[in-house]
């Protein structure tokens, strides 16, 4: 017996094809990726959380052919094919009724011209006497704010002689918030600093849902070792998904930038002044030293690395990221 054919795609969520003024757009759920993946010239754009493609006519069609059958928004335009080089469109022929025509409006227009004089004229006459009517509104509404004035200064004037009881002078103590000097060797202290500098990196990450929930679970001052290591992992498999689709393929961080750099996978705004591809590199050199730290690693430069690491992660955390802003796939 014959079995039906089958497919064991399954689409995980909803598919959206879009276009913007320069692009075309799709957002697919990250374990679909390899459906958009088929398509040449794709870029990440970790911040819409969408596929990025030129918008030429190749594009278009390689689009329609794999989404358009399932897609819930498939909502893009077949993009204008230019004239070749060279080539110029055909001469516009005059069209001699069109030009009698314009012809004949003209001179209307001219025999007009002496009634529309007329009409100016009273239409001038009606303004004028409106501006009249203005000013003495005007007039009359000066009048009232000076009887007000007037009134208000003999209400002053009356309070002033009326004394009222003193009120009784309430004494504030002043609240320390902060200590004078910071003991780093405090852990209550040190970590006073560290909430700090999350909240810095908070706000440099475009308040990132994903990075606050993230950094939740890490401590770069009091635990900077573990920090860097198990986000630098985190931010490996990132890149393995925009690469190649899946995570755990042994390549190196160093290696999976590079193809990143080579094939332009990352959507960066050309206004955009935080480019990701140098961004990267400076984390995974920050990384390297913990990992390969010979001699005498003191906290002091393991604080230092471990902020740097953390400030250049808020930097191209959303840029990279295919979790949705909830932390979920």
């Not at 054919?5 to 913007?20: A, S, W």
């Not at 390969?292 to 808020?314: D, Q, T």
Request: proline content about 5%; overall charge neutral; hydrophobic content about 35%.
């Amino acid at each position: 017996m014959t079995m039906p054919f089958t497919t064991n795609r399954q689409k995980l969520g909803p598919i959206e094809v879009l276009q913007d003024n320069n692009h075309f757009l799709v957002h697919i759920h990250p374990e679909n990726r390899d459906r958009a993946k088929k398509i040449a010239g794709r870029q990440w754009d970790g911040e819409r959380k969408v596929w990025v493609y030129p918008k030429d006519l190749l594009t278009y069609n390689a689009l329609v052919a794999e989404f358009q059958k399932d897609a819930d928004t498939f909502d893009i335009r077949r993009p204008k094919t230019k004239r070749p080089a060279g080539i110029k469109p055909p001469a516009k022929e005059a069209d001699g009724e069109e030009s009698d025509e314009q012809l004949l409006e003209e001179l209307r227009s001219l025999r007009d011209f002496s009634e529309g004089q007329g009409k100016i004229h009273g239409e001038l006459r009606q303004i004028r006497d409106m501006l009249d009517s203005i000013n003495d509104s005007a007039s009359n509404q000066n009048r009232s704010l000076e009887e007000l004035r007037e009134n208000q200064d003999e209400t002053a004037r009356t309070l002033k002689r009326i004394k009222f009881p003193k009120k009784e002078t309430i004494k504030t103590e002043k609240v320390e918030v902060l200590p004078e000097s910071l003991d780093l060797d405090k852990r209550k202290e040190m970590l006073l600093i560290e909430q700090a500098l999350l909240t810095v990196a908070y706000a440099i990450s475009r308040k990132s849902e994903s990075f606050r929930k993230w950094m939740e679970l890490h401590h770069p001052l009091e635990n900077p070792t573990e920090f860097v290591h198990t986000t630098h992992e985190k931010l490996k498999e990132q890149l393995e998904k925009i690469v190649c689709g899946k995570a755990n393929l042994g390549m190196k961080f160093g290696e999976l930038v590079y193809k990143v750099q080579q094939e332009n996978l990352i959507y960066s705004n050309p206004d955009d002044p935080d480019k990701v591809i140098p961004i990267l590199r400076n984390l995974n050199i920050l990384r390297n030293r913990f990992a390969h730290a010979r001699g005498v690693f003191h906290r002091y430069e393991k604080w230092a690395r471990s902020i740097l690491y953390l400030m250049n992660l808020a930097l191209v955390w959303q840029k990279i990221m295919m979790e949705t802003e909830d932390g979920h796939e």
